[in-house]
């Protein structure tokens, strides 16, 4: 299947200061999702990005939509304590019904 | 349901043994998916459901697992003669149709001892 690699694996960042984290694919998606999960808690969608280029906020998050349609990465700005989690990058192929995860970037932030 | 339903939400069984997790999806989601997330790690897809039909099995790791789907809802997993290397958390979602934004319940923690 789809290769999805993200990095970084880890990060410790203190609270006030941004994040970024990225994935890369080894084949073209139509569609990119960031998700976010707590510990013992399903992942929850942060972000949807459905057009090469696309460049989308929620509120201290921004993520964008590769042109090469191979690549997103996802911003945290001015992270605070409850940013702590595991973020996934997710992408899926065009007629396929499969979502692919990347392995996770575990964040955490020190007060 | 107003999210995706899990249960149980921890199950410790022993090797050998068969267990069973249901999964009942979004009230009017066609398209269920069951995912695997060992520790640590990111997530394993293993079957797609649209409908009560699965077009997608290729994730399941061997034949001892197995899952069905009913009414176009409620699916259950089944593993069966369960191994060590089986324990994670097992997570299911739902999408209103093929394509689209799918929406994940809390899983099921999954230990075989």
């Known amino acids: 299947g789809q290769q999805l690699n993200q990095s970084p694996q880890s990060m410790f960042i203190q609270e006030g200061e941004d994040v970024s984290m990225n994935c890369t694919s080894s084949?073209?998606?139509?569609?990119w999702l960031w998700y976010k999960q707590d510990p013992g808690e399903g992942p929850v969608l942060l972000i949807a990005?459905?057009?090469?280029?696309e460049l989308t906020s929620n509120g201290r998050l921004t993520a964008q939509f590769g042109i090469t349609r191979k690549d997103s990465f996802l911003n945290i700005s001015a992270s605070i304590p409850s940013d702590v989690g595991i973020y996934f990058c997710?992408?899926?192929?065009?007629?396929?019904?499969?979502?692919?995860f990347g392995t996770g970037t575990r964040l955490t932030v020190i007060p | 349901g107003a999210g995706v339903s899990q249960s149980p939400s921890n199950k410790v069984t022993e090797k050998g043994k068969d267990v069973e997790l249901r999964c009942d999806p979004i009230?009017?989601?066609?398209?269920l998916y069951w995912y695997r997330q060992s520790l640590g790690q990111g997530l394993e897809f293993l079957i797609y459901?649209?409908?009560?039909?699965?077009?997608?099995k290729s994730g399941l790791p061997s034949d001892r697992f197995s899952a069905e789907r009913t009414g176009g809802s409620v699916s259950t997993l089944t593993i069966q003669r369960t191994q060590q290397e089986d324990s994670a958390v097992y997570l299911c979602?739902?999408?209103?149709?093929?394509?689209?934004?799918?929406?994940f319940g809390e899983g099921s923690w999954l230990t075989v001892v």
């Open positions: 979602a739902s999408s209103p149709r093929e394509g689209v934004t799918i929406y």
């Open positions: 084949s073209i998606f139509n569609t």
């Open positions: 990005l459905y057009k090469a280029g």
């Open positions: 997710a992408g899926q192929t065009i007629g396929a019904n499969n979502l692919f």
């Open positions: 009230s009017g989601h066609t398209a």
């Open positions: 459901f649209q409908g009560n039909s699965a077009p997608d």
